[in-house]
């Protein structure tokens, strides 16, 4: 297996980054919506103009994950806190998304990124961590409680006009 490697996302990496979220997205999720409402969805969030946005804004940090030159993964925070009213913290910030190509899971990226994650949220002062993960995503569940995040919270989470139960974890730093 090739080595594992990290780097900061450039402006070069829209179309990649838009193709790797939305094949993960339709791969795991896209069962669950109507065509109408996943289609929004994509194209809200994870189409190359979104994630453009996204990369451009100075309060979201991107990391890619590569093996053998080839994006597998990938995973974006946010310097700000996305759910102000469960907030303990006075620094609260979020890991936005984690996303590992189709297929991928199980193989070292999702620890990598996330290792990457807290790193960054210990030297940037953060106090506490949010996510949002599905209620139904035990995988998930797994993986961020092995972080020692646990949850806060029932949310939802909008695709399309579909609301879904969403947890809320958080963990303090």
């Not at 994650?117 to 002062?125: E, H």
């Not at 409680?145 to 609301?163: C, N, P, S």
């Amino acid at each position: 297996m090739t080595d594992l490697t990290l780097r900061d996302a450039a402006e070069t990496d829209i179309p990649a980054l838009s193709h790797l979220a939305t094949e993960s997205f339709i791969a795991k999720f896209g069962e669950l919506y109507s065509a109408q409402d996943l289609q929004t969805f994509l194209d809200e969030n994870l189409s190359e103009p979104a994630i453009a946005a996204e990369l451009a804004n100075s309060q979201r940090v991107y990391q890619l994950a590569e093996r053998g030159g080839q994006l597998v993964g990938y995973t974006k925070i946010g310097l700000t806190c996305g759910f102000p009213g469960h907030a303990r913290g006075q620094r609260v910030m979020e890991l936005k998304q984690l996303y590992t190509a189709a297929g991928a899971t199980g193989g070292g990226i999702g620890k990598a990124l996330m290792d990457w994650a807290m790193d960054q949220f210990t030297t940037r002062g953060a106090d506490e961590v949010q996510l949002s993960v599905y209620a139904y995503n035990d995988g998930a569940h797994r993986f961020y409680r092995r972080y020692g995040f646990d949850k806060v919270a029932d949310i939802t989470f909008r695709v399309g006009e579909q609301l879904d139960p969403e947890f809320l974890f958080a963990r303090m730093i």
